[in-house]
């Protein structure tokens, strides 16, 4: 190779490796910034409560469990495990509700041909641009009448009813990918609309319903409105509602504590998508593709 030509190759790479470089320390830098909340949050529970507003730096000194314990056993006098049962049961009922639910209205709008399937379709799909606001006194009324305030009720119930419509659309968009071979295959076998359902289209879908669960799962334990509403006994709360029982605005705040506490309430969050983080990716890309 002579001397112009490595010449010239050197000047390709030179700007290529300097573009790549720019682009990594970009990204490593924008997730810095994106993480640097969790970190300043997991360094603050292990810092002295005290300390916990007044120091901003992610080393400490002399790391304490002292916040999770006060704030484990500050909250009432079965601790604070108890919230995250309650969490534990709204978001468990809650994914089984909107999975199941949901996956009965997707297959009903992606297979059963009805009159009116793409006005009802549509309509469906145009109560995702309802603000949840404009359902709050009315819902609340019902479930008052209806004796269900202060109860579990009002949060999972409405799971069971289809009323997620997003979820509804990401299960009818996949279910359409299913090619209708299969499913004519198994009406010559003798199957039913159950037995296809249950037998055919639900195992061929599970990166789906696996994304509809992981979200159900994320937005029910994360949910803060909806609970502040409806439960008013304190051995009811959720795990976002008893945080903020960590912030009194009359009185001291142990934000040691909160902090403790936000931070073991993200992990049954990140170790749900840790464990299902394969299938939730790969229910994310195919979705909606053709």
Known sequence: MTTLA???????IVPYVAQRTFIHVGLVSAAFVM???LLWMTATAFRPSEQALIEDSLWVPEPTLENFVQGWSAVGQSGFGVFFLNSFIVAGLAVI?????CALAAYAFARLPFRGRKFWFG??????MLPIHVLLIPQYLLFNA????????PLIVPKFLATEAFFVFLLVQFFRLIP???TEAGRIDGCGHPRIFLRLILPLSVPALTTAAAFSFIWSWNDFLQPLIYLTSQSNYTVPIALS???DSSGTSNYGALFAMSLLSLIPVIGFFLAFQKLLL???STTGLK
């Open 6 to 12: 490595v010449a010239r190759r050197r000047h390709r």
């Open 35 to 37: 993480v640097y909340p």
């Open 97 to 101: 509700g909107n999975v199941l639910s």
């Open 123 to 128: 309509l469906m799909i145009g109560t995702i």
């Open 146 to 153: 209806l004796g269900w305030v202060d109860t579990f009720l």
């Open 180 to 182: 209708r071979e299969i």
């Open 245 to 247: 029982l960590f912030v």
């Open 282 to 284: 790969d229910g994310i």
